[in-house]
């Protein structure tokens, strides 16, 4: 089992900037990906950014790159979502995931998930 407890969302201006962050616990060694994904209401949950845990690749979705950026800390288990440019269409409840049975891209592929931080851009 992998725990994960996601911190750093809350409500900004557009073209500001926040800091996610997910620190992982348990058989963390078994996950090779850690993802963030995020589901705006009504819509579906859909894929932002991926890292490779140990090899550090970074996977990104057409419309967060050059805006975001995923990073990784090793010693604390936490992974980072630095989001700059902030957008109103960026307003979503953010997931952290890991463990991939599948595609990095589907967020049906990750086995476990946190429980979730707000993110809320206004104009």
């Known amino acids: 089992q992998v725990q994960l407890a996601e911190s750093g969302g809350g409500l900004v201006q557009a073209g500001g900037s926040l800091r996610l962050s997910c620190a992982a616990s348990?058989?963390?060694?078994?996950?090779?990906?850690m993802g963030w994904l995020r589901q705006a209401p009504g819509k579906e949950r859909e894929f932002v950014a991926a890292?490779?845990?140990?090899?550090?690749?970074?996977y990104y979705a057409d419309h967060v790159k050059g805006r975001f950026t995923i990073s990784r800390d090793l010693g604390k288990r936490t992974v980072y979502l630095q989001m700059n440019s902030l957008e109103p269409e960026d307003t979503a409840v953010y997931y952290c995931?890991?463990?991939?049975?599948?595609?990095?891209?589907?967020?049906?592929?990750?086995?476990?998930w946190g429980q979730g931080t707000q993110v809320t851009v206004s104009s």
């Open positions: 995931a890991a463990c991939l049975d599948g595609s990095v891209y589907h967020s049906s592929t990750y086995q476990y």
């Open positions: 890292i490779h845990w140990s090899g550090g690749s970074t």
């Open positions: 348990g058989r963390t060694f078994s996950c090779a990906f």
